[in-house]
T-cell receptor, first 116, second 109 residues
Framework: EAGVAQSPRYKIIEKRQSVAFWCNPI?????LYWYQQILGQGPKLLIQ????????DSQLPKDRFSAERLKGVDSTLKIQPAKLEDSAVYLC??????????????FGPGTRLTVL | GQQVMQIPQYQHVQEGEDFTTYCNSS?????IQWYKQRPGGHPVFLIQ?????EVKKQKRLTFQFGEAKKNSSLHITATQTTDVGTYFC?????????FGPGTRLSVLP
């Protein structure tokens, strides 16, 4: 079974520029998560989707971050405009469980963002 | 607030020695999960504990959930170089899912 796919793997931008990340979850997984992992820290949940609906986005800095999962399959996370403190690895994860936190989360390889 | 603490932050062991990491939550959890992240890699699910006092084993790894469901531990017997990585505990807090800061394990051959 194919895993969670993410692209690009690396991105370098200057502050105030925009950037977008793409995620394709494991086929059939209804739940999709975006995490931000700053170097040396644990992943921090940004947003959770159930099919194409947002379950929780309370940790998402909505003044600059946005995410969508229009057809309930793949998802994009956008940052506009980027700040230096956004430098991190952005991880996408998916789960087959419809209920929050009841099942294994499978993580993609992540996108490493560097903001100069 | 939602807090998950882990100790130690770092652990260096000689190959063959045992290793234990501890996870403490500020509030009672419905379940707790453990993940392993190799250097340069992504988190990989290890196990989920649900019941108070639950103990689960995976080969050389033993996981325990505290009676009060506020703490957990991961014990590795006779570490190997393949055990190198950061071990995270994580749990649900309402709609949020919070990872601890992790314990970074290095194993000297």
């Amino acid at each position: 079974e194919a895993g969670v796919a993410q692209s690009p793997r690396y991105k370098i931008i200057e502050k105030r520029q925009s950037v977008a990340f793409w995620c394709n979850p494991i086929s059939g997984h209804a739940t999709l998560y975006w995490y931000q992992q700053i170097l040396g820290q644990g992943p921090k949940l940004l947003i959770q989707f159930q099919n194409n609906g947002v379950v929780d986005d309370s940790q998402l800095p909505k003044d600059r971050f946005s995410a969508e999962r229009l057809k309930g399959v793949d998802s994009t996370l956008k940052i506009q405009p980027a700040k230096l403190e956004d430098s991190a690895v952005y991880l996408c994860a998916s789960s087959s469980s419809p209920a929050p936190w009841g099942d294994t989360q499978y993580f993609g390889p992540g996108t490493r963002l560097t903001v100069l | 607030g939602q807090q998950v603490m882990q100790i130690p932050q770092y652990q260096h062991v000689q190959e063959g020695e045992d290793f234990t990491t501890y996870c403490n939550s500020s509030t009672t959890l419905s379940n707790i999960q453990w993940y392993k992240q190799r250097p340069g890699g992504h988190p990989v699910f290890l196990i989920q504990l649900v019941k108070s006092g639950e103990v689960k084993k995976q080969k050389r790894l033993t996981f325990q959930f505290g009676e009060a469901k506020k703490n957990s531990s991961l014990h590795i017997t006779a570490t190997q170089t393949t055990d190198v990585g950061t071990y995270f505990c994580a749990g649900p807090y309402g709609q949020n899912f919070v990872f601890g800061p992790g314990t970074r394990l290095s194993v000297l051959p």
